[in-house]
């Protein structure tokens, strides 16, 4: 009876949306009514108002709907739909305030005369909108208003130039910042915390071991990972864009022939272009560079975004009148001098300690002042000027409360088909399908696009993702990051805008085009379009990289960047460390060998002893990263052999565990049968006889099990064992090499803190002897403080805090305090002596052999990466792997 309601869900929200429901009321509206009407079933027909869902029961259900509605506003974790509102405001005050309008025109003057000079002109400021506004609705009318009049005049073919205005607005669908990837990176958090569960769940069940190795799990996108991933996808769409425009002027010239500019190119129509391009370029540059930089988060980002368009509307409103830009210089003085004051003064209000900190924060107050003034001049002229900022914010108002509802009716859409197993029917068909992930993948894509004819990107995106997104981020074959799927799913969706009949950027076309142009010259030029989206989304698929990269390199060179030692960074780290062995093992083999040669007889005996262990652990290195490329490479000829009975058998172990499943639910429903007042000894034979059929099934499974995986199995697990052996070794024995020249460095770096030392020690004898055992004990405590700075000064510290304790208690011993403080000071006399030498004679060889060793040997007990190792561990981790034989 479940597939009877799911249907109806499915037949509800299909049919309010054919006859025009708004979205908002047609999705929870389907979900509320299917399961009252299963609920009312149940209780008439069964006796049990939760008798007709597949796991828990209606009053759960719609508690989860209003659990979903509660996350949306006041879980204060989920801070990423913030940004939603800031970014719409950003877009719709640029398009107000009529700088779109100044780049197109400008644009089309400077690209015209070359041959399809005009289209390109459209793309170039497609993209700057994208990265700017991202509201497809007003770039797409821009452009049709002021563009398309301007191709028609100058013979552009009608196709041709409707499906470019058309394809240049939707990409702010994609380029950053992108509402669809805000909204994306929403739905994709939950799904990543499902899909980490289900595939921890798949790898207890595969390996009985209840901890998964953390390198296995599967990473979150946040709304920033989102927009550094679609940045280059992104840009490959604006150059197949630019390329298909190319390619066709060449071939068809009169399609799109070049339009000489009537004016001259000289030093005012080089400022002209400045003056259009600058602001917008400034803008993405404060808006997507601060997150790349780590400066903002992403709703910062927005917040600058915001301010910054408020900015360049209140001059662009004002255009050709007396201080126009008094407002911006105004902002650009004040936040460069806000830049400059912090960057000399550390401005602390809670810790003012003197009159240079005064200075510093008077100087900050007066400079935020300044921009603070800059941003009410600027929204006062947008207020007064056409009521232009009151516009805006009801429109932006408009906006986001349309996606908040939007994404709520989707969130009660989603308990409900998964109420009535929706779910499990939806990851049945999927991993049922033969070719794996790569099957499971292409048809999601292929569902997603035919549903992109019928509904928007946002309906798609908060009702579809939500139940495949789990499914495919869990397989471990694929094994593809949450940023990758993300961003392919908004590739698809960006098609929406195109396909018809219900292309929205076709119908914002058509309702500011002239009559001259057919919806079918607009049909016809969109098709050529979403094939070049379709190839740029084929593109994107092959070429990971092009989405991982960017969000991964951000990461590893950002302020919170994870230290080398990380275990998800070490397999592309060693590949990075072994290239390196192999261009300069040389080398670092001869600097090795020179410091093995140094003199350290001056050297404490255990000093000598652990440099020495050092010197011959760090020689091992190379020969220890042998064995584990040996290792790797047994492991890599036994797998072709491996995998295929490996995935026969998983798969039979997993029709097993279902049956096991089916079994477990007819043994509880005959025993409730059982139970019942008026036995159902028809309904009892019958469920005996599906559990007799299923046991008989699940043993057919079992016997064909190929007789020779258990021998597979453990030759692998042996293979494994003995790379993670390798691996260990290798690893233990570089930090060991390493550790020790760190640590030895630090020792004489410290040289100059222990001699500081000797004033403080010597005082303590008169300390001792003149004061009373309380104040005693108090000096000697602060002089153990000074002491546990300097680095290796263990030794010294442990005699004088014997000396403190000594005259701790009701009975005090000066004369143990007293001979406790005289060896604390033969040690350190001792210890600085053979330090002052080795500053004299070790330091700078040392320098130079942990230079030559620390990007290598040493990587792994660095603070962070360096940019160059980031970069490489980045490219590295870019490429998804195959996980699946470790399941």
Not at 66 to 92: C, H, K, Q
Not at 240 to 261: E, G, W
Not at 466 to 495: E, F, Y
């Amino acid at each position: 009876m479940e597939l009877v309601f799911l249907t109806l869900l499915i037949v509800l929200m299909i049919g309010a949306l054919t006859m025009g429901f708004p979205v908002a009321f047609a999705l929870p509206g389907s979900a509320i009514l299917a399961i009252a009407t299963a609920a009312l079933c149940g209780y008439v027909f069964a006796g049990d108002a939760d008798a007709y869902f597949a796991q828990d029961g209606a009053i759960q259900w719609l508690s989860a709907g209003v659990t979903n509605f509660r996350s949306l506003y006041w879980d204060v974790e989920r801070d990423t739909l913030i940004a939603i509102p800031l970014f719409v405001f950003m877009g719709i005050m640029l398009e107000r305030s009529k700088i779109a309008e100044d780049l197109l025109v400008t644009m089309a003057q400077l690209f015209g005369p070359v041959p399809g000079g005009l289209g390109i002109s459209v793309v170039f400021v497609g993209a700057l909108l994208a990265a700017t506004t991202g509201i497809v609705g007003a770039t797409v009318i821009a452009m049709g208003m002021i563009s398309l009049p301007a191709m028609l005049r100058n013979n552009y073919s009608k196709p041709l130039a409707t499906g470019t205005i058309c394809a240049s607005g939707t990409l702010g669908q994609i380029i950053p910042p992108s509402i669809v990837l805000i909204i994306l990176a929403d739905q994709l958090s939950s799904a990543t915390d499902q899909a980490s569960t289900s595939r921890k769940a798949d790898f207890k069940e595969a390996t009985g071991e209840f901890s998964m190795p953390s390198e296995f799990d599967i990473t979150s996108a946040s709304a920033g990972d989102m927009f550094m991933g679609a940045f280059l996808p992104g840009l490959v769409l604006v150059g197949l864009y630019m390329a298909y425009i190319l390619v066709s002027a060449f071939l068809k010239p009169d399609t799109a022939p070049p339009v000489h500019y009537g004016g001259k190119y000289n030093r005012q129509f080089a400022l002209k272009v400045f003056m259009a391009l600058v602001p917008p370029l400034t803008l993405i540059f404060a808006v997507l560079g601060s997150i790349i930089l780590g400066i903002a988060t992403v709703n910062q980002a927005g917040s600058i975004g915001a301010i910054g368009a408020m900015i360049m509307g209140g001059y662009r409103l004002t255009a050709g009148q007396r201080g126009a830009y008094a407002p911006v210089v105004l902002a650009v003085v004040s936040t460069a001098a806000i830049m400059i004051i912090l960057a000399v003064f550390e401005i602390n209000v809670k810790n003012i300690r003197g009159t240079e900190d005064i200075v510093g924060i008077a100087l900050a107050a007066t400079a935020v002042t300044g921009l603070i003034i800059a941003i009410a001049w600027s929204a006062w002229r947008a207020h007064k000027i056409d009521n232009t900022l009151n516009g805006v914010m009801i429109e932006t108002a408009k906006t986001t409360s349309m996606v908040f509802i939007i994404l709520i009716g989707a969130a009660m859409l989603t308990s409900a088909f998964r109420a009535f197993g929706g779910e499990e029917l939806v990851k049945e068909f999927l991993t049922s399908l033969p070719g794996g992930f790569w099957s499971q993948f292409i048809v999601v894509m292929a569902v997603i696009f035919l549903l992109g004819f019928f509904l928007d990107f946002i309906e798609i995106a908060v009702v579809v993702v939500p139940i495949v997104a789990p499914i495919l981020l869990a397989d471990p074959g694929a094994n593809v990051t949450a940023v990758w799927l993300g961003v392919m799913v908004g590739l698809n969706i960006q098609t929406s805008f195109l396909t018809p009949p219900f292309g929205f950027a076709l119908f914002y076309l058509r309702g500011v085009a002239p009559p001259s142009v057919k919806t079918t010259h607009i049909y016809r030029g969109a098709l050529a379009f979403i094939a070049l989206q379709l190839a740029g989304l084929a593109i994107v698929g092959y070429l990971p990289g092009l989405v991982n990269y960017l969000p991964y390199r951000m990461y590893l060179t950002s302020d919170t960047a994870p230290p080398p030692m990380n275990p998800r960074l070490q397999e592309c780290l060693e590949e990075y460390v072994f290239r390196i062995y192999d261009e300069s093992g040389q080398d670092l083999l001869a600097h090795i060998e020179r410091a093995g040669a140094l003199d350290l007889s001056f050297l404490p005996q255990d000093r000598q002893v652990r440099l020495k262990e050092s010197f011959a652990k760090a020689r091992d290195a190379i020969p220890l990263s042998e064995k584990v490329r040996d290792a790797l490479g047994a492991l890599a000829d036994y797998e072709p052999e491996y995998k295929p009975i490996h995935v026969e058998v998983r798969a039979l172990q997993s029709r097993i565990r279902d049956l096991d499943e089916e079994i477990e639910r007819l043994e509880k429903a005959y025993t409730l049968t059982s139970r019942d007042e008026q036995v159902d000894e028809q309904a009892l034979r019958e469920i005996e006889a599906e559990i007799k059929r299923t046991e008989n099934q699940k043993n057919d499974l079992e016997n064909s099990v190929p007789e020779g995986w258990t021998e597979a199995r453990e030759r692998y697990k042996g293979l494994l064992t003995e790379l993670k052996k390798a691996r260990g070794t290798y690893r233990s024995n570089v930090d060991q090499a390493y550790e020790v020249i760190a640590e030895m460095r630090g020792v004489i770096d410290g040289t100059n803190g222990l001699s500081a030392l000797e004033p403080t020690l010597g005082g303590l004898e008169a300390v001792i002897r003149g004061e009373g055992p309380e104040q005693a004990m108090e000096s000697i405590k602060a002089a153990e403080a000074i002491i546990d700075e300097i680095a290796g000064a263990g030794n010294v510290r442990s005699k004088v805090s014997k000396a403190r304790r000594a005259l701790k208690g009701k009975a005090p011993d000066r004369d143990e305090a007293l001979a406790m403080l005289n060896e604390a000071k033969e040690l350190f006399e001792a210890e600085l002596a053979w330090r002052q030498q080795a500053t004299e004679r070790l330091a700078d060889e040392l320098a130079g052999y942990d230079e030559a060793i620390r990007g290598s040997i040493g990587v792994r007990l660095q603070q962070r990466l360096t940019t160059e190792q980031a970069e490489e561990v980045a490219s590295c981790q870019s490429h998804h792997r195959d996980i699946s034989l470790n399941f």
